[in-house]
């Protein structure tokens, strides 16, 4: 898809901490003195995060988000402007990156249902109930929305279609002649409004649980992607001042986008006054990323004991790893290093997230809690790499008409 007169903005992985609570489970199973928080949060630097013990190393992040943050904060603050970047037509992924329990899914959203308190909804269903209010909006009256969902997981390298039915064909993963990732054979569905989104949304989830032998085991070491994609067409008049959309309504056309074809010569000449402009469309895609728990280790056996049993690291995460750190050194060193996007479907399935055409936030979802402190000191490094990461996104838009009167388009 070309991009006509839309210019690339470079811009920084963005990376944002985000610190549970305590749970009702860590205060009945753990011994007090693993509850202790270890992370804290100078007031004087409200995007630093300092780990207690001799050390007291720091990091710094986008934003950090403290034990009290409430969902709603963290949308306002971290994830609404990506929403008007992704309908000015910029592609927009977040990640969710943490170990097992710290938080993903529920920061996500990715298990909504009508159950879970308005207060404690995550990412995905404000995302949608926002988006949905902003393009129902009298100011984009005059754009045509065509908005489709997909909900794929990759468990063992394997791709799952999680809104297919019955055995649906093999889904793959291609690159374009211009270098652009295309994800074929997955059930895209179209959707007129946020509820239908979240309908969706929680049979892919329910799906991606019946699957599972063990399901916890499942769902910690697999990765959700939870894709929204929208193409909005809209009429540009050739006022004299400059292209502009236009207010009236667009009428449904019939075949698609692109009406019947004119010569665009016949057309082209016309004078701004009449109505005269040209047809775009822009697509953007929205991917939300719910990964596999990071933990290396699993804790297993008596509670308290830290009993851990070697389990080896979700290949997906080593090579989305692997990807971050070579984006992070071609941003330092500022030459072409090989990124290994190849060595896991995960990191060619986000090929354009990390380094490539989008917006994309990465949210780390840590416990503060003794307990898990070697996990997240992982977690921080791993997600302090990420920041060095600099994509190049653009809006992708394209000419779907040539010249064409908007009173002539009406009349179709
Ligand atoms: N910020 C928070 N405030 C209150 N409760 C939270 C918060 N974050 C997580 N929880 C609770 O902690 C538990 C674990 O969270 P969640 O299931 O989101 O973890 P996860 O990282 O997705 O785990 P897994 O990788 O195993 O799927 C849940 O009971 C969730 O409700």
Known sequence: MASTGASSEKTSVQVALRIRPLTEEDVRTLPPRF?????????????????????????????????????????????????DKFIEGYNVTILAYGQTSSGKTYTMGTSDSSKIPADQKGIVPRAMRSLFDIINSPQYKSRKFQIKVSFIEIYNEDLIDLLGEGEGPQVTIREDSKGHILWSGLQEIKVN????????????????????????????????IFSVTMIQHKFMSNTGGGSRSMTPEIPELKSGIRPPSRSSSRLSNKRSDDGSGEWTSVTSK????????????????TVGDRVKEGISINSGLLALGNVISALGDISKAKQITHIPYRDSKLTRLLQDSLGGNAQTLMIACVSGAEYNLDETVNTLKYANRARNIKNSAFVNQEEVEMKLKHSELLML
């Open 193 to 224: 409004s946020a509820d239908e989104v979240m309908g969706h949304l929680s049979r892919g989830s329910s799906n991606r649980q019946v699957g599972a032998t063990d399901m916890n085991q499942k769902s910690s070491r697999s990765h959700a």
């Open 35 to 83: 509850q202790r928080q270890v992370l804290s949060t100078p007031p004087q630097a409200p995007n630093q995060v300092i780990v207690s013990g001799e050390k007291k190393q720091s990091y710094n992040f986008d934003h950090v988000f403290n034990q009290e943050t409430s969902q709603s904060e963290i949308f306002e603050k971290a994830v609404l402007k990506l929403i």
């Open 286 to 301: 929205f991917h939300f990323v719910d990964l596999a728990g990071s933990e290396r280790l699993k804790k297993t056996g």
